[in-house]
């Protein structure tokens, strides 16, 4: 099974800290994302990647950076969280090939204070 | 551009009603890939089901069962004989088979309530 994990699912955290996001898949998958998801606004890529080392913004992309060291490994980061960046995020994986769904993480949920 | 609209926001049921959840989207593609998740309360979407726009085929899987039509520009969802754990939010995507772009547009998403 693909397996797609998600380093807290809880987190708080001040307004001005740095926060790290990590999202870890097993399943050899190119492309991953990072989404926001918030009440009536359903999900919103924050960015993605479909290779290593490389990175493509999303529709809010602001407040926002991504590392992707490793295939398996792509981090969220908040350079200095606000309020506003409290919400829900999911991490995603694909293949670039089929089958083509995503497998999500089980999502973090940040309460920025 | 792709948009995916699903227009009910919100649908609460009781338990062994029969339910279908709307899915209308918009592309200029002419091959793509349609998808429904399931989102439930723990927060992890799971896949249920992907149709490519060359089959127009319903299916049918258990209580759960898919309507695409391509010239309505629709993949509608039935439950039948809803149950308390079908109560999740359920997103409908839209995503093109060629041309080099895979990132996938999701509706808003449909809440779900299925009161026993």
């Known amino acids: 099974d693909v397996k797609v994990t998600q380093s807290s699912r809880y987190l708080v955290k001040r307004t001005g800290e740095k926060v790290f996001l990590e999202c870890v898949q097993d399943?050899?998958?190119?492309?991953m994302f990072w989404y926001r998801q918030d009440p009536g606004l359903g999900l919103r890529l924050i960015y993605f990647s479909y290779d290593v080392k490389m990175k493509e913004k999303g529709d809010i992309p602001e407040g926002y950076s991504v590392s992707r060291e490793k295939k398996e490994r792509f981090s969220l980061i908040l350079e200095s969280a606000s309020t506003n960046q409290t919400s829900m995020y999911l991490c995603a994986s694909s293949p670039t090939g089929q089958p083509y769904e995503q497998y999500f993480g089980p999502g973090t949920r940040l309460t920025v204070t | 551009a792709q948009k995916v609209t699903q227009a009910q926001t919100e649908i609460s049921v009781v338990e062994k009603e029969d339910v279908t959840l709307d899915c209308v989207y918009e592309t200029r593609d002419t091959t793509y890939y349609l998808f429904w998740y399931k989102q439930p309360p723990s927060g992890e979407l799971v896949f249920l089901i992907r149709r490519n726009s060359f089959d127009e085929q319903n299916e049918i899987s258990g209580r759960y069962s898919w309507n695409f039509q391509k010239s309505t520009s629709s993949f509608n969802f039935t439950i039948t004989a809803s149950q308390v754990v079908d109560s999740a939010v359920y997103f409908c995507a839209l995503r093109p088979a060629s041309g080099g772009s895979y990132i996938p547009t999701f509706g808003r998403g449909t809440s779900l309530i299925v009161h026993p």
């Open positions: 399943m050899d998958h190119e492309n």
